[in-house]
T-cell receptor, first 112, second 112 residues
Framework: EDKVVQSPLSLVVHEGDTVTLNCSYE??????LLWYKQEKKAPTFLFML????IEKKSGRLSSILDKKELFSILNITATQTGDSAVYLC????????????FGEGTQLTVNP | DGGITQSPKYLFRKEGQNVTLSCEQN?????MYWYRQDPGQGLRLIYY???????QKGDIAEGYSVSREKKESFPLTVTSAQKNPTAFYLC???????????FGQGTRLTVV
């Protein structure tokens, strides 16, 4: 059974801190790994990673994949209160990558 | 504007009643999905459909039913057989083999 595990489940930081969110996975026929941000309702897409060692970057957010160790990290530098959200990691899973299996999410709270 | 529309945003239901949640998309996506999200948890897959008139059970299909009579629409019925239906329900869609899913704003169902 395909599995995605995120850590930590919850994180509270102060504005300006740097955070690292973790996502490990076990999936048959790995295709890609996706990161989403969920502020209140609809998750919004952040990154899709397919290759090891290639960093994806968008502003203060960056992410990298390690296919050998089966994990990904999402970094947020100089955090702001607007970064407060649930961050979800997902992988396309069996039988044909047609469904997304999600982790439990990391609830990030950034205090002023 | 293209997107996914879920309705209603909030829904209250008495125990023992069936209720149907609406999900419509105008993105011309082939695949559509229903997820359930409980507090402090990630997204769990209820049902998904890759083409019209076909759908598959996800991980927690018991007590739910779906139909896919049109490409644009994928309604979810929460039946009285669902033991703990109070949750946040998210509908998503995606195109072909592209793993990125787009989400609606969700429906919060409360059973009273």
């Amino acid at each position: 059974e395909d599995k995605v595990v995120q850590s930590p489940l919850s994180l509270v930081v102060h504005e300006g801190d740097t955070v690292t969110l973790n996502c490990s996975y076990e999936v048959t026929n790995f295709r890609s790994l996706l990161w989403y941000k969920q502020e209140k309702k609809a998750p919004t897409f952040l990154f899709m990673l397919t290759s090891s060692g290639i960093e994806k970057k968008s502003g203060r957010l960056s992410s990298i994949l390690d296919k050998k160790e089966l994990f990904s990290i999402l970094n947020i530098t100089a955090t702001q209160t607007g970064d407060s959200a649930v961050y979800l990691c997902a992988v396309p899973s069996a039988p044909s990558g047609s469904r997304l299996t999600f982790g439990e999410g990391t609830q990030l709270t950034v205090n002023p | 504007d293209g997107g996914i529309t879920q309705s209603p945003k909030y829904l209250f239901r008495k125990e023992g009643q069936n209720v149907t949640l609406s999900c419509e998309q105008n993105l011309n996506h082939d695949a559509m999905y229903w997820y359930r999200q409980d507090p402090g948890q990630g997204l769990r897959l209820i049902y998904y459909s890759q083409i019209v008139n076909d759908f598959q059970k996800g991980d927690i299909a018991e007590g739910y039913s779906v139909s896919r009579e049109k490409k644009e629409s994928f309604p979810l019925t929460v039946t009285s057989a669902q033991k703990n239906p109070t949750a946040f329900y998210l509908c998503a869609s995606k195109w072909g083999q592209n793993p990125e899913a787009f989400f609606g704003q969700g429906t919060r169902l409360t059973v009273v």
